[in-house]
């Protein structure tokens, strides 16, 4: 098993320019989450998918949306992309028997 | 919502010694509290976790203790080694299907030779 995989690992971009964050798992897990991680500030939840098909807000959603495409995959987009939004991404997910979040290894994003 | 505040943000023992770190949390709705110890340029990753049905769980050096009146968690760390420094990170959630985490903003432990 992979468990959480994330790509990409670094990216830059320029402000105004849009990207999309990949998140996969092969753990069959039902529900997925993206976090930011800025320091100081611990990791803030972006958005969830509790279930395929389904997408909520979490604390900090301005500037984001997401997809759940299937079972296995949670992409977050960035439409028009901010410093503001220079962060460590991390998507997490869990089984619908356990409170545990297995988290993928990041994506460290810089906008200029 | 629910608010997490961890103290203190960095903590510095000598190998050997003990590390306690305090979170308190303000929904009185949540049930499930994990610690994540975070390793610099690694993913966080469970160490611990409580529900709010038991007062307290250890795992070898580790151990929370949670007391739910006063809407507060702690984590204890004996027999420091160096390999436990690290961001160690609380969370708290109300449980359930989605069970989203609010996490404390982290203690760097530093454990000195």
């Known amino acids: 098993n992979a468990g959480v995989t994330q790509t990409p690992k670094f990216q830059v971009l320029k402000t105004g320019q849009s990207m999309t964050l990949q998140c996969a798992q092969d753990m069959n897990h039902n529900s997925m989450y993206w976090y930011r991680q800025d320091p100081g500030m611990g990791l803030r939840l972006i958005y969830y998918s509790a279930s395929e098909g389904t997408t909520d807000k979490g604390e900090v959603p301005n500037g984001y949306n997401v997809s759940r495409l299937n079972k296995r995959e949670f992409s977050l987009r960035l439409e028009s992309a901010a410093p503001s939004q220079t962060s460590v991404y991390f998507c997490?997910?869990?089984?619908?028997?356990?409170?545990?979040?297995?988290f993928g290894p990041g994506t460290r994003l810089t906008v200029t | 919502g629910e608010n997490v505040e961890q103290h203190p943000s960095t903590l510095s023992v000598q190998e050997g010694d003990s590390a306690v770190i305090k979170c308190t949390y303000s929904?009185?709705?949540?049930?499930?509290f994990p610690w994540y110890k975070q390793e610099l340029g690694k993913r966080p990753q469970l160490i611990i976790d409580?529900?709010?049905?038991?007062g307290e769980k250890k795992d070898q050096r580790i151990a929370v203790t949670l007391n739910k009146t006063a809407k507060h968690f702690s984590l204890h760390i004996t027999e420091t080694q160096p390999e436990d420094s690290a961001v160690y990170f609380c969370a708290a959630s109300r449980g359930g299907t989605a069970s989203k985490l609010t996490f404390g903003t982290g203690t760097r432990l530093q454990v000195t030779l």
């Open positions: 997490a997910s869990k089984p619908n028997d356990s409170y545990e979040q297995y």
């Open positions: 929904d009185s709705a949540s049930n499930y």
């Open positions: 409580i529900r709010s049905n038991v």
